[in-house]
C-alpha cells in the first residue's frame, strides 16, 4: 500500500510532462477556433471612415480576408505594409479597427494607406468577442458567402501569405469560378 501511495506523484509528474512535451510542438499561431466552418457573426457597426454602418451583408459575396487591427497594436504596424501590397494585388481585405478610438484610426489610414475595403470600427470589442479574438492582430478567411474557413494569429508577412494564406484564399476563389 506504501508503495502505491509513493506511485501516485510519479504518475502525476509523468503526466503533466507528457501535456509539457506536447506543448512544445503546437504552433502558437494556429489558436483553434471553433468558428472555422461557421458563418461569420452577425453585427451592425460604424465604418471607421463616414457615417456609414456596416453590417454582414457587406462583406459577403467574395472571399476575403478579415484582419483584427488596432493603431495601439506595435504588430499591426509591422503587418499593415504587406496587407497594403496584397491589397494592390486584388484581395479582398476588411478591417475591424478593434477597441480602438476611430480618429485614431482614420490618422492611421492616412499616414500608412488603408488596404481595406471595408473598415468596421469595433470601439468596445464586441465583434471581436463574438469572433473569440485574443488580441491583433489576428485575421479570418471568409469565403463567398461568409462562413469562416481559417483563423491566422499573429503577424502576416510576404512569407505567411505567400506560403500560407495565398494558397487558401485562391483555393476559395477559383472555387467560386463557374
Known amino acids: 500500500m506504501k508503495r502505491l ?73 509591422v503587418e499593415h505594409p504587406v496587407l497594403n501590397e496584397i491589397a494592390k494585388t486584388g484581395v479582398n481585405i476588411y478591417g475591424v479597427n478593434y477597441k480602438d478610438d476611430n480618429a485614431a484610426a482614420q490618422k492611421w489610414l492616412k499616414e500608412f494607406q488603408n488596404p481595406y475595403q471595408l473598415n468596421i470600427s469595433d470601439p468596445k470589442g464586441t465583434l471581436g468577442l463574438d469572433l473569440g479574438v485574443y488580441g491583433a492582430p489576428e485575421t479570418f478567411l471568409i469565403d463567398k458567402n461568409g462562413i469562416i474557413r481559417h483563423k491566422f494569429v499573429g503577424v502576416i508577412d510576404e512569407s505567411v501569405w505567400r506560403d500560407k494564406l495565398a494558397p487558401l484564399y485562391q483555393a476559395l476563389v477559383d472555387e467560386g469560378t463557374p
Open 5 to 77: 501511495i509513493l506511485l501516485v506523484p510519479l504518475a502525476i509528474f509523468l503526466a503533466v510532462a507528457v501535456f509539457l512535451y506536447r506543448g512544445l510542438f503546437l504552433n502558437p499561431s494556429e489558436l483553434p477556433s471553433a468558428l472555422i466552418d461557421k458563418p461569420f457573426p452577425g453585427f451592425e457597426l460604424p465604418a471607421v471612415e463616414g457615417d456609414k454602418t456596416v453590417s454582414l451583408a457587406d462583406i459577403k459575396g467574395k472571399p476575403a480576408l478579415v484582419n483584427i487591427w488596432a493603431t495601439w497594436c506595435i504588430s499591426c504596424k
